[in-house]
């Protein structure tokens, strides 16, 4: 008797597989660079970010009438804009990583939980889902930061339940999904306890499209602590961030614009970045182009 073929794998042609484009090999260098500037922050920066020369005040930046020794100009305080800079774009990000990891763990936890309890777990997840989804989270930020203050590490958790609905979305379908497929269901009869199922055999097959909706969320914290500290109710002084430098740089738009223009730069850049990333990614991870 002669064995019956198996059906191959459908893949697509290798010439329709998402390439990496030139804007996306950009936005990886720009990212790569931004997390070097903010690992080697203390060492790079030339200037502490309150030190202050008057007689160097306002000092604009290099190829417009300045000089090597602040080359991206200083502030009205004679503090150095390359320096605070620097600080700005470590803080940022770090709120912005910080924040995303928390989002995205509490929401998959919660999907999770929702996939696998069913019934009145689950409502309860899908009503904070809804509750999240209708308020604005401004407000919520606002009251939160005028009434427990604004230390880093509260402010961190705050923007990390920004968001996190998404995660909750995705890995509830995607957990019950798997769970009405086979490999799930097989470890399940082997005795196998729900955490590992979970982590050890769900959470590696949905890895993908968590990462590119984490990639997604990243930008908005980063726009979000931007419009936060650009309100005064963010990082507040001495630590600086790109936002911090944003407000307080619209007081000197017309004498001294690059005391803005510098981090508003950076954070149009960088979240431009992300997002292109983010994209490619979701293209390349797509099962249908891999």
Known sequence: MSATALPMPVTAPTHLRPRMSPLVVVAIAWIAGM????LLAEWIRPY?????DLRARLTPPIGFGGTLKHVLGTDELGRDVASRLIISIRISLMIAMGATVIAAVLGTTLGF???????WVEQIVLMLIDFQASMPFLILALSVLAFFGNALGLFIVLMGLYGWERHARISRGLAIAANAQGYAAAVRQLGARPMRIYLGHVLPNIASTLIVSATLSFPEIVLLESGLSFLGLGVQPPMTSLGNMVGYGREYLTRAPWILLAPSLVIV?????VSLVG???RDRLDPTLT
């Open 279 to 281: 994209d490619w990614l």
């Open 269 to 273: 850049m960088t979240t431009l970045s």
């Open 113 to 119: 939980l929702a996939a696998h309890f069913r019934g």
């Open 48 to 52: 502490g970010i309150t030190a202050m």
């Open 35 to 38: 997390i070097l500037v903010a």
